[in-house]
């Protein structure tokens, strides 16, 4: 990073990885500058953060001025910006050095990457492998997300000590990356998705999502869901050492003389890479038919890298999810606590509870935004023993779903988690998954969740 020192950086973006690239670069005295394509009354939070850093960067708001870029010695963008657009050309054009935010911590990276990739699960694919890891006394970096970007790895103090970077990559992080190598890549699915702006078709996508693929060899290892991905030709070609794991069982499937992996048979988790192992998973943390396919990604990741087993099987029973998805929090009286606070619409909602085992008490509710709650009513009906609504949406969740089960509506948030606490019996599971954006008195779903724990720790 030394070679930075000085230069003229423009940073495209103002998220929280905007935010993470000029901590970095102030490091390092840059003379930095930023710009995002939001006009400033949309970007008012931002702004006043921007202008408490000393010393603060210039701005362009609302536009994208050619003169910033080609003035600029690097560029670098966060995933949300298109890497098509001109602006980023003429900065190549004109000498700078243009990175992706992703691109940009791994050419700065010299630790070994393990990297989460396909369309869904990947935070907690990934966070799973680093719990584990930490658990078997290695040194870890986990994130790639927007909460945990991946050049946050680069202003860690001790990262010379750091053992292995856990990250996980999508699609848009890998358009723009041709020389991305990680010694382990994990796919536990691939979508057929159109994102306007981004790639016009699914094949694009696709593309984009195995681009990894083209740079593995036989010392890499590739780990990728039978149950879904078996018949993609480019997976079962890879030059990598391949490992596969199914909720089903090889051995009733007549697969296990084929393929090493991890599949579920009889009760237990089997893994025959490097030798023979089993796993309980009578006391496991998570919930959910995703997040046990989930854990048996992380599993056969752990396995391809000779974890001992005891951390495997501490990880399987103490790993509580990543936070605010379906994260378990505490157990009270025999009452299981989790918090889903990211669920923010009813499709996710429904998602969630037809994951979880009743008798459940459901803390719902947040914004006002007109949402739809027809339709809803059945899962709630199986599912929910007792529904506490809160929020500006209440009345209208209340007057379309409330008749579904035994439903009390509160005035405030920390009421409704005291009400929930009153009413569960043991056996119960008492969750936070609003169903509804929580920005009616909380600046985000990351804030509700962590009051939401807070609370419960103080019953």
Known sequence: MEKY???KVLIVGLGKTGFALINLFNQHECQIKVTDIKPIFDLNKQVKRLKKINPTPAMTLGEHKDEDFIEADVVVYSSSVDPGMPQLQKAREHGAEVFGEFAFAYANCDKPVIAVCGSK?????THMIGFALKLDKKNVFVGGTNSEPFCNFLMLPNKDEIDYVVVEVSPFQLQSMDNFQPILAVYPNIEERVIEGRFKTAGEYIENSLKVLK??????FLIVNFDKLSSNSMLRNSQAQTFWYSRKSFVKMGV?????????????????IHYHSEFRVINMRIVGQNNRENLLAAITA????KVSDASIQTCIEKFPGIPHRMEFVIEKNGVKFYNDAKSETMEELSE??????????????GRDTEQNYEGFADIIKEKV???????????NMNRLIGDATQTFLVGSFDESILLAYQKSRTG????LCPGNEATDIFRDYEEKGSYFKKLIFQL
């Open 5 to 7: 020192r000085g230069k």
């Open 121 to 125: 699960g990947r935070s907690t694919i």
């Open 215 to 220: 740079n593995l060899n036989p010392e890499s």
């Open 256 to 272: 296990l003389a084929e393929i090493q992996g991890t599949h579920f048979h009889e009760k237990r988790i089997h893994s025959n």
């Open 302 to 305: 752990c396995k391809a890298l």
């Open 352 to 365: 969630t509870l037809s994951n979880l085992k009743p008798p459940i008490i459901l803390i719902a509710g």
């Open 385 to 395: 023993r007792l529904m506490v609504l809160v929020g500006e949406c209440k009345e």
């Open 428 to 431: 119960d599971t008492v969750i």
